[in-house]
């Protein structure tokens, strides 16, 4: 089907979005979908800022990955709570399904795929860093693109991993868990970060573009073992929070 000609263009100022769907993925990670009146669409990979604003005028504004394709003017966001958080964990948690928040975009350029595009692909999270991957992931499904994608994804445990079905589910992609805290008693890699060892056979520097996406520390980290195994710099596109 032919895409919108806006699709993937940031898109200035405010939409209202009414809140549809939350979905428990984690303890404290949440699937939330919103309906968006006129929404122009997006890539995989942009995200938008969604603004509250409570009754006495005050508001706060907090940037959100997009988990999918938009669907007849719907969009997934990931939305993970944060100790003492006055937006995330409100959202994740207090929210009324059927409340009207605002959102602006879809934003961002760079950390983006596009099923046209041939390279393999290695994708790396952290944590909810999984989300803007998880679209990606989506959406060669859903184009039937056969580009090779492999991802490696790091949590602290098996309960914190993010669309554990659907990734387990997805057997065009080369998929590998680490465990840095606390492993299934039949994983032998012992907990602990990533390291070169688990990016062997993923990674033909030169290649393939990697994705890289999760907390600051997390995404150095990766990046420096990524340069040292010879990828280029311009084949690392980056994207953090926290």
Request: proline content about 9%.
């Amino acid at each position: 089907m032919a895409r919108a000609a806006s699709l993937g263009r940031s898109v200035s100022g405010w939409r209202p979005a009414r809140l549809v769907g939350r979905r428990e993925l984690t303890p404290t990670g949440r699937s939330l979908t919103f309906a968006v009146p006129h929404w122009p669409g997006h890539l995989p990979g942009q995200h938008v800022d969604v603004r509250l604003t409570a009754d006495d005028g005050y508001q706060a504004v907090r940037s959100y990955s997009l988990a999918g394709p938009a669907a007849d003017g719907a969009v997934e966001l990931g939305v993970q709570t944060v100790p003492g958080g006055e937006v995330s964990s409100y959202l994740a948690d207090d929210l009324p399904v059927g409340a009207r928040v605002e959102v602006s975009g879809p934003l961002g350029g760079w950390f983006v795929w596009r099923p046209q595009e041939r390279e393999p692909v290695l994708l790396i999270a952290g944590g909810s860093g999984v989300v803007p991957l998880v679209a990606m992931l989506r959406e060669r499904r859903a184009t039937g693109a056969d580009t090779p994608f492999a991802l490696v994804y790091s949590v602290r445990d098996p309960e914190q991993i993010w669309y554990g079905a659907e990734l387990d589910g997805d057997a065009g992609v080369r998929t590998r868990y680490v465990f840095t805290r606390r492993a299934p008693a039949d994983e032998p890699r012992p907990p602990g970060r990533v390291t070169a060892d688990d990016l062997a056979g993923l990674l033909s520097p030169g290649r393939t573009r990697a994705y890289v996406c999760g907390p600051t520390g997390f995404v150095e980290h990766v990046a420096g073992l990524l340069i040292a195994a010879g990828q280029p710099a311009d084949r690392i596109r980056t994207e953090r929070f926290g």
